[in-house]
């Protein structure tokens, strides 16, 4: 079979279909296997339908390198799925017992199979510099404010500030929302005015800083969408373009043979 033929078969919808269906079945099958009871009466029948989907996806990435040859690492989604199957590859003996329970990595292979998912981490992946920027500067209000809350509230609350480590991950929780309102109460007993600290710090950690992510996303997303439609407008203009070039090809033929026939001349 020509590689041209086993391209159109791996880019074919009927295909992709296919392995979404394989992957969503063996995901089903990775998560019967975390019962003991199911384990223990089907663990034959669901480690052979593990072992069946893993070939099926070996096959299927041997199929794509016979069709795009060198191409086939030009692609970052190609050299994912070749991660993930081959970490599923690897014996889960002995010290590599451990890899056995990443062979739930195989179900993300539906990020790279699904269009639509890989449009969102392809945004995500966009907005990691914005993102980087953002997460210095959160690390920084919550350095300053955990210094802060070290020095005024350490004597008063010593399990929630009583070092810096300590604030700082309890700043984090703060930030979170998770149990803020007890955290604060235990202060404010002996210290009353401790509320405006607290308060202050969520708006700035909760409010701004963290919706401030959302934004960068968002944004990235949008370009990402942006981009995709600029290049179908592109791929579009290009196929009218050649369109419109066999229709005057054609119209230039014809009028040579009107010529001809008018001047007499054999019609080629």
């Not at 810096?164 to 929780?173: A, C, I, N, P």
Request: hydrophobic content about 55%.
């Amino acid at each position: 079979m020509r590689r041209q033929q086993v391209a159109k078969i791996v880019e074919s919808r009927r295909f992709t279909n296919f392995i979404i269906a394989v992957i969503i079945f063996n995901a089903v099958t990775l998560g019967l296997e975390t019962s003991p009871s199911i384990l223990g009466s089907h663990g034959g029948l669901l480690h052979t339908l593990d072992y069946i989907a893993l070939a099926i996806f070996v096959v299927e990435l041997l199929l794509k390198f016979y069709a795009y040859r060198g191409r086939f690492f030009a692609d970052s989604w190609n050299i994912f799925d070749l991660i993930v199957v081959g970490i599923a590859l690897v014996p889960a003996t002995g010290p590599f017992a451990v890899l056995r329970a990443l062979r739930v990595l195989r179900v993300l292979r539906l990020i790279s199979v699904v269009p639509s998912m890989r449009k969102v981490v392809s945004g995500l992946l966009a907005a990691v510099p914005g993102m980087a920027s953002i997460a210095a500067l959160l690390a920084l209000i919550i350095f300053v404010a955990g210094v802060m809350a070290t020095k005024l509230f350490g004597t008063i609350s010593p399990d929630n500030f009583g070092d810096l480590g300590t604030s700082l991950f309890t700043l984090f929780q703060v930030m979170t929302g998770e149990a803020w309102p007890d955290i604060a109460k235990e202060v404010m007993r002996e210290a009353p005015m401790a509320w405006i600290f607290f308060v202050i710090y969520i708006l700035v950690s909760s409010f701004a800083v963290l919706n401030l992510f959302i934004a960068v996303v968002v944004s990235a997303m949008e370009d990402e969408l942006r981009d995709e439609i600029r290049e179908e407008e592109k791929r579009q203009t290009e196929a009218q373009d050649e369109a419109n070039q066999r229709i005057l090809d054609e119209l230039r033929a014809l009028r040579a043979e009107v010529a001809a026939l008018r001047r007499g001349d054999p019609v080629p």
